[in-house]
C-alpha cells in the first residue's frame, strides 16, 4: 500500500511506501503529536530511517528501508504496539509546529495572552511547554503575518480605487509626504457611500471626534469620527490614517469630513471632542456657528489634579450635568462649601463648553462627554495591531456586518420609541414620585420637586423650566408628571429622532462588498513606499498611559465584601493589627517590643565575651 496524507491520524503498515524519507518523517512526528507519544528518529542516513518510542520499557518501533526490491522507501519493520504513557515532556512539540497549528488563531487574536495561549496548549497538545517557548511561537506567526503584508503600502493606491469602484459615491482620498521625491505615504481619509448617507438620512447633527494610536510597532495615528443613531449608539461615520495628531492633520480631515456631511458654516451642528487643540482650530476654522462640546470626563481629569478628594467628584458632575444656569450655580456653591478654590477654579475651564447648563437648545443631546469615541477605539483595538490595509479593511468589514445586525435587530422591535431610549424614560419615571404637578387647564402646569423646587411645563410648546427637555429631545420627570396626568403614553412627547423609523432610515443603506486583494484595479499613480517611522524605545505601549489619580491596573482580585477574622482574639469584623483587645495586651505588656541598638552595647560589662567572638573558634 502507498501512504496516504489525506489521514487526520498517519496510518502505517508493513510494506507501505512513501515518496521519500521527509514524507515519511513528517507523517511520524503528525502520528507523535497526536498521539502524545515522543518519538525520536534512533537512524537516520541516505538508506533507512528508525523511529523509536523514546520510552525505555515501549516496544514501538518503525524501520523506512531504501530497497532495491522496489526501488522506493518502504516500511520493512513496524511494530504498532506501545507500552508506554502518554507524555507532557513531548519534544515533538517545537515554536515551529505550535505557530503552524495555532496561526490562523494568533493571527485573529494578535493580543492573545502568552498565559493564556500556553494553557490552551497544554490541554490541546497535551504537553507542558515553557513561556520562551510560547513567545517564539507567537513571534514567529506575528513575522511572518507581517512579511506578508509588508508591501501594503505600495497596494495604498489599488485599494483606493476597489473602494471606489465597488462603493460608488465614496470619498477616498490618499495623500503623500510633501517635498519628497520618492513618493512616500502620509495620509489616508476614507468615508464610505452607505454610512454617509445613513448619516444624513437618521442621525441627529452630532458628531464625536478623536484620535488613537496604532497598537502595533508601526508609528502612527487612527483619527475617526463617530455620530448616533436614534438609539444612543455609535454610527461611524469617517475614519483615517495619519502620521500624527497636528493642526496640519486635523485641519485635513475635518475639511474632508464637514464637505462630506455638508455641514456648512456648522449652524445647527455640535461637536464633541476633547481639549486637542488641533480640533479645536480646525472646528473653528471650518465650522466657527458650529457648538463644540469639551469632554467633561477629560476636565475633570485635569481639575483632579489639584483638587483629589474623593467626594468632590460627584459635586463636579452635578455641575456638568446642571440642565440651566441657576442649578449650575446652586452645585457650584454646594462645592464652594467643601472647596472655594476648586469652585473658583471651575469657572476658569469654560464651562460654556462642558455643562449642560451652557448648551443651545435644539441639537437633542445632552451629552458631556465624548465615551462614545472611546468606545469605537476600544471596538476596533484588534484592528489596530494590522498593517494599514489590513487595519482598514478590518474596520471597513466590522462596520458592514454591524449594520446588518442592526437591520436584523430592529425588525424584532416593537413601539414607536428604541430600547435605549425606553429606558432611559424608564428612569426618568421613577423620578416623577417626587414631583407633585398642578394644571392651568391649558396644558400648562406648575412642578413642585421635593418641596424645594418649583418648575413651569408647557405641554404645547415642549418646554420645561429646567431645560432639559427643550436640550435632549425627551420630557424630563417634571414633564412627564405632568403628561401622566392626562395620558400614560409618552411617545407622542419624545422627539422623533429617536423614533424606531429614524433608526431603520440609517441602517437602510448597507456597504457593497470588496474584492480580493488579487482583483483589485490596477493604478497609474507611483507605488507609495512606507514612511519613515523612527522605532521609540523600549516595548510598543499597549494600555494607555493612565492619569496620576487613576489607579493602577488590578493584578489581584478585590477582598471588598470578604470578612476578615482576628487573629488575636478570633472575632470577625477586624484584623489583628486593628484589634482593641491586642492593642490593650501590647500596652499591659509594656507597649513596643524592645529592639537592639548600639547604647545597648555600651552597657556589656568588661571582658564580657561578645557574640562575634564567641563565634571564633
Not at 538508506?47 to 523509536?52: D, E, N, T
Not at 442621525?203 to 496604532?214: E, H, K, S
Not at 516595548?539 to 477574622?565: F, I, M, N, Q
Request: some cysteine; glycine content about 6%.
Amino acid at each position: 500500500p502507498r501512504f496516504s496524507e489525506y489521514h487526520e491520524v498517519p496510518q502505517f503498515s508493513l510494506g507501505m511506501k512513501f515518496t521519500d524519507k521527509q514524507q515519511f518523517k513528517e507523517a511520524i512526528i503528525k502520528y507523535g503529536l497526536h498521539e502524545k507519544k515522543l518519538i525520536r528518529f534512533k537512524k537516520d542516513d541516505l538508506q533507512r530511517v528508525r523511529a523509536v518510542c523514546d520510552w525505555v520499557t515501549c516496544s514501538w518501533t518503525c524501520l523506512l528501508s531504501n530497497t532495491t526490491k522496489s526501488e522506493s522507501w518502504q516500511i520493512t519493520t513496524f511494530n504498532d504496539l506501545h507500552t508506554c504513557p502518554q507524555r507532557k515532556d513531548n519534544k515533538l512539540v517545537t515554536a515551529k509546529r505550535i505557530a503552524m497549528k495555532y496561526e490562523k488563531l494568533i493571527r485573529a487574536n494578535p493580543s492573545w495572552r502568552i498565559e493564556s495561549l500556553k494553557s490552551h496548549i497544554s490541554e490541546e497538545m497535551f504537553a507542558d511547554v515553557s513561556i520562551h517557548k510560547v513567545k517564539r511561537a507567537k513571534k514567529l506567526v506575528m513575522l511572518k503575518w507581517l512579511d506578508a503584508t509588508k508591501g501594503q503600502y505600495g497596494k495604498i493606491y489599488e485599494y483606493q480605487a476597489e473602494l471606489l469602484r465597488s462603493n460608488p459615491g465614496s470619498t477616498v482620498v490618499v495623500k503623500l509626504e510633501p517635498n519628497i521625491k520618492v513618493p512616500t505615504f502620509q495620509r489616508i481619509y476614507v468615508c464610505l457611500d452607505a454610512i454617509k448617507k445613513g448619516f444624513m438620512a437618521g442621525c441627529r447633527r452630532v458628531i464625536g471626534l478623536d484620535g488613537c494610536f496604532f497598537k502595533g510597532a508601526t508609528n502612527g495615528e487612527l483619527l475617526c469620527a463617530l455620530g448616533r443613531d436614534a438609539n444612543n449608539q455609535m454610527y461611524p461615520i469617517a475614519w483615517a490614517v495619519v502620521e500624527k495628531e497636528n493642526n496640519e492633520s486635523w485641519d485635513w480631515f475635518c475639511y474632508l469630513l464637514f464637505r462630506d456631511v455638508q455641514l456648512g458654516d456648522g449652524t445647527g451642528w455640535v461637536i464633541i471632542s476633547d481639549q486637542q487643540k488641533g480640533i479645536i482650530n480646525a472646528v473653528s476654522f471650518w465650522a466657527p456657528q458650529a457648538e463644540h462640546r469639551n469632554c467633561a470626563r477629560h476636565i475633570y481629569a485635569n481639575w483632579r489634579k489639584t483638587y483629589k478628594t474623593k467626594e468632590w467628584q460627584k459635586l463636579f458632575w452635578r455641575c456638568a450635568k446642571a440642565p440651566n444656569v441657576q442649578l449650575f450655580n446652586l452645585a457650584r456653591a454646594k462645592l464652594a462649601q467643601k472647596t472655594r478654590e476648586g469652585a473658583n477654579a471651575i469657572l476658569k475651564t469654560t464651562p460654556e463648553h462642558w455643562s449642560r447648563a451652557y448648551f443651545r437648545l435644539g441639537s437633542n443631546c445632552d451629552s458631556v462627554d465624548n465615551n462614545i469615541c472611546e468606545s469605537f477605539n476600544k471596538w476596533i483595538v484588534e484592528a489596530r495591531f494590522f498593517p494599514i490595509i489590513s487595519m482598514l479593511e478590518t474596520i471597513r468589514r466590522k462596520v458592514m456586518v454591524r449594520i446588518q445586525e442592526q437591520r436584523t435587530k430592529c425588525d424584532r422591535w416593537s413601539g414607536l420609541i428604541c430600547p435605549n431610549i425606553n429606558k432611559k424614560m424608564n428612569s426618568y419615571i421613577k423620578l416623577t414620585a417626587n414631583c407633585e404637578a398642578i394644571s392651568n387647564g391649558a396644558n400648562k402646569f406648575e412642578v413642585k420637586y421635593f418641596s424645594t423646587h418649583k418648575y413651569t411645563v408647557n405641554l404645547n410648546e415642549r418646554k420645561c423650566s429646567c431645560r432639559y427637555w427643550e436640550l435632549s429631545g425627551l420630557p424630563c420627570h417634571h414633564a412627564i408628571s405632568c403628561i401622566h396626568l392626562l395620558t400614560n403614553n409618552l411617545d407622542a412627547y419624545v422627539a422623533e429622532c429617536y423614533t424606531i423609523e429614524h433608526f431603520k432610515r440609517t441602517y437602510a443603506h448597507c456597504l457593497e462588498p470588496v474584492e480580493g486583494m488579487q482583483h483589485w484595479p490596477t493604478s497609474d499613480n507611483p507605488r507609495p513606499v512606507a514612511p519613515g517611522y523612527v522605532k521609540l524605545p523600549g516595548r510598543p505601549k499597549k494600555e494607555r498611559t493612565r492619569e496620576g489619580h487613576e489607579k493602577p491596573k488590578a493584578t489581584k482580585l478585590s477582598k471588598v465584601g470578604t470578612v476578615s477574622k482576628c487573629g488575636w482574639c478570633k472575632s470577625t469584623g477586624h484584623n489583628k493589627r486593628t484589634c482593641e483587645a491586642y492593642k490593650a495586651h501590647q500596652a499591659a505588656q509594656g507597649g513596643v517590643q524592645v529592639k537592639s541598638s548600639p547604647q545597648a552595647h555600651d552597657n556589656i560589662p568588661p571582658g564580657a565575651p561578645s557574640r562575634n567572638n564567641s563565634m571564633v573558634s
